[in-house]
């Protein structure tokens, strides 16, 4: 009979390696899954029930939520706050940390998310995710969890993942061990073991970005994309092809699966975007420790993400994220053509390094 490994043995097989571990991390693992199974459920009904369209009301961002926007956010904070496993937590919805009551305990735990990535496509049935992101708390058990708890550089993520709700609900997560993806069967109500120990082609699959605002891109991004497409005597390839759903998790999936690079810029469309858009802590951090962990490499075109330290929550980050030769490429061409703007960008953000690192 092929063994059948859920998510839960997956994560006890992996706590094994850790034998000073005491078992909240396995069980806020649990959590993670429970919560992903609500949401799956949820948005596998969303043409059937009224969970469709928008909330009629808009998050920290000035982003109109879609109903499932807060009902993943709402899934997620109700889940995860009473197993006092977490001491403070953060949500893209949410412009402040999310406090713990302190009747719950104060877990080991800190807790960043992205309740529902993607939620433009919600309505056009296009796929959906969840991304998280796991620290361990810095500050005393004594007192609440804090800010200081939240803005940690991404090198110290304890685990990392996201769900994706495609044609499967996939879970894909690594805590350190290499990243393991599951898949949800539905009859089971349990995630399966399906893609163990995933690693980032070396083969430059697809490349990802959205071409739509090429006019507003920095000479050296410019040029990097007329490299990747061929159009220069190096190019590493004669032409990759170009996919882009505008769900990063979607993309993302498909980048770690398929190999290639997925890239969101800076951009000079405006201020809100001149460090491009996708978010730091939630989006970009646990993305990067994935990838760092599938043998590929995430960079903001000057810097690894991981060795961002974040000012505030919903910091922004230039984002490029997949085959390792190709996102150094990246840095090469913005060090190459766009040196002012890496100038000027370099005052605006805190670096720090891995103390295991040159
Ligand atoms: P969210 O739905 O959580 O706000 O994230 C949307 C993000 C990300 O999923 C995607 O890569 C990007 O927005 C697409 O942005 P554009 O439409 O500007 O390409
Ligand atoms: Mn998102
Ligand atoms: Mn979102």
Redesign the pocket.
Known sequence: MTQITTIERHILDQQRLFPEARGTFTQLMYDVGLFAKLIAREVRHAGLVDILGRAGSTNIQG?EQQKLDVYAHDTIVRMMEYTGRVCIMAS?EIAGPIRVPEEYGCGDYVLLF?P?????NIDYNVSTGTIFSVHRRVTSCETPGGLEDLLQPGYRQVAAGYVIYGSSTMLVYTAGQGVHGFTLDASLGEFLLSHPDIRIPDAPGYYSV?AGYARYWTEGVRRYVEWLTGRTPDSPAPAMPLRYT???VA?FHRTLLAGGVFL?PADTRDAAHSHG??RLCYECAPLAFIMAQAGGYASDGVNPILNLLPRELHQRAPFFVGNARLVREAERFIARYDADWAVAYRDQVVVVREPTEA
């Open positions: 982003e893209e992205d529902l990535d993607g939620s433009s959205n505008g769900s990063l993309d969101y858009k996708l």
